[in-house]
């Protein structure tokens, strides 16, 4: 996957060569260019920001900064999506498979799991991360055309622009890419765990300053295990994500299951779903 990020701040998405998706870029599953705005500007001083119209509080970002290193994006990531065509395609508004741009913002859709699996398949993306107030609306408006344009939340809280978010979702998308996490396993379980909360982990020393790791977990029983580690994830959904149950399918849950549901206040409607008794 190539991944082109767009920022006054390219030092700030440093982090992102580290780790797994360092180890990611040098095995050349996931190529990773991060693009500073301000070579995209032509003033002395490099100007990205000016007053809002309407009056308020803060800086917008100008757009054309921003239409000028969107198309060097565009250039790049081109030649890697239909390679052998030149640059017949470059800045075609028409193409029926734009790439997709990522827009941070608080007034976009929340970034799940569920999206990180799809934006996972993509074979390129783009992010431009904003900063002041946001970025000049017509922006997005002139890369509709040019690309799959989605605004997204990183939730529902206010971040001093999109750096943070970006590195949170390559992460999360990143990490999906195959071959990036050593053990593919840990991905299969987690795609299994059905919208509950994870189920707690311990390791050695089986007794740590007085506390104990339960004992199911030292039997050696895996029916007894899977069952528990079940019913862990229940218990904390129930306790911390209560609205994660809501509504959800009953037939999922075996009988054992219900029960514990039952205990923590939860009932079958008639249309078959867990609603709070
Ligand atoms: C991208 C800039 C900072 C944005 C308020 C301003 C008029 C009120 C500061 N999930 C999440 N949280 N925050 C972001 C995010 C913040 C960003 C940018 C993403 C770019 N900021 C900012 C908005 C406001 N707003 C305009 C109405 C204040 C993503």
């Known amino acids: 996957m190539r991944i082109d990020v767009v920022s006054i701040f390219p030092e700030y998405l440093a982090p992102l060569r ?16 991060v693009h500073d705005l301000r070579e995209f500007t032509s003033d002395r001083h490099r100007t990205v920001d000016d007053t809002p119209y309407g009056g308020g509080a803060g800086m917008v970002m100008k757009p054309e900064p921003w239409a000028l290193a969107l198309e060097a994006v565009l250039a790049a990531q081109t030649a890697r999506r239909h390679p052998g065509q030149g640059d017949a395609r470059q800045g075609d508004p028409r193409q029926s498979d734009p790439p997709t741009l990522i827009v941070p913002s608080p007034a976009g859709e929340v970034f799940t799991q569920s999206l990180a699996y799809e934006l996972a398949e993509e074979p390129t993306l783009a992010f431009a991360c904003g900063r002041y107030e946001g970025i000049d609306e017509r922006v997005l ?31 999360a998308i990143g990490r999906l890419l195959p071959g990036v996490v050593g053990n593919p396993e840990s991905l299969v379980e987690e795609s299994h765990s059905d919208g509950l909360l994870e189920y707690p982990v311990y390791t050695k020393p089986s007794s740590w300053r007085g506390l104990d790791v339960p004992e199911v977990l030292l039997s050696g029983n895996h029916g007894r295990i899977a069952k528990w580690r079940r019913e862990q994830q229940l218990r904390r959904t129930a306790s911390r994500r209560p609205e994660l149950l809501e509504g959800v399918d009953a037939s999922q849950f075996s009988g054992g299951e219900r029960e514990v549901l039952r205990e923590l206040g939860y009932g079958v409607d008639d249309s078959g779903r867990l609603a709070r008794a």
């Open 141 to 171: 408006e002139w890369a509709a055309p040019r690309f799959r344009v989605r605004p997204v939340s990183l939730g529902d809280y206010v971040l001093n622009g999109g750096e943070v978010a970006v590195m949170a979702m390559v992460e």
């Open 18 to 33: 580290l780790s797994l998706l360092g180890r990611a870029q040098t095995d050349g599953i996931l190529e990773l260019e």
